[in-house]
């Protein structure tokens, strides 16, 4: 059974860092042509995609936030990781990870939960 | 950077109806990597079409894909109370991935 669950901060003050885990289960970060993404939606808004990481520990970002952020994995903790430095209100959102499938149609098959990050003094 | 522009924002039909939906890419997006999601109130998405037209495991046939270059829909032949939702369009290309901003579908 594929699961992945998403955990973090719930608030971070403007301009510090959002640091947040994504937990795979079903599935290793390793198998080709498997990959996961970041994927988030403030509050009413539409789904923005945010960064990638490929099997083989390629990364992709989005062309308007690539400057702030960093993706990693840890295949042996089945983790992958996503950095977001200098946050703002404007990046208050629900945050996604969801696996891209093997079939590789760059699709997303499997999501977690998400979870709410609020930016706020 | 390929934008997806959804029609209509809002689409508001009674049970038993044909939905149609509308995805418009401005540029030209590969058939293989354009996605549609189905997305209830609170929820993750869910994958309902990969491919332009193949139907994800589990997803009824009322719900169908076509389309391709910069014009794709997605169909729900037969609306069902079940199938309120906001539904998403998503392509990938050139290692990016980019969504539309959703269609809202409600039953009267």
């Known amino acids: 059974q594929v699961t992945l669950k998403e955990s973090g901060p719930v608030l971070v003050k403007p301009t510090e860092t959002l640091t947040l885990t994504c937990t795979v289960s079903?599935?290793?970060?390793?198998?080709?042509?498997?990959?996961v993404s970041w994927i988030r939606q403030p509050p009413g808004k539409a789904l923005e995609w945010l960064a990638h990481?490929?099997?083989?520990?390629?990364?992709s970002y989005s062309t308007s936030l690539k400057s702030r952020l960093t993706i990693s994995k840890d295949t042996s903790k089945s983790q992958v990781v996503l950095n977001l430095t200098n946050m703002d209100p404007v990046d208050t959102a629900t945050y996604y990870c969801?696996?891209?499938?093997?079939?590789?149609?760059?699709?997303?098959?499997?999501w977690g939960q998400g979870t709410l990050v609020t930016v706020s003094s | 950077e390929i934008v997806l522009t959804q029609s209509p924002g809002t689409l508001s039909l009674s049970p038993g109806e044909r939905a149609t939906l509308s995805c418009r890419a401005s540029?030209?997006?590969?058939?293989?990597?354009l996605a549609w999601y189905q997305q209830k109130l609170g929820q993750a998405p869910r994958l309902l079409i990969y491919?332009?037209?193949s139907r994800a495991t589990g997803i009824p046939d009322r719900f169908s894909g076509s389309g391709s270059g910069t014009d794709f829909t997605l169909t729900i032949s037969r609306l069902e109370p079940e199938d309120s939702a906001v539904y998403h369009c998503?392509?990938?290309?050139?290692?990016?991935?980019?969504f539309g901003q959703g269609t809202n579908v409600e039953i009267k």
């Open positions: 079903g599935f290793s970060l390793s198998n080709a042509r498997m990959g």
């Open positions: 998503q392509q990938y290309g050139s290692s990016l991935w980019t």
């Open positions: 540029q030209s997006v590969s058939s293989s990597f």
């Open positions: 969801a696996r891209t499938t093997a079939a590789g149609s760059f699709d997303f098959d499997y």
């Open positions: 990481i490929f099997s083989n520990d390629e990364k």
């Open positions: 491919g332009a037209s």
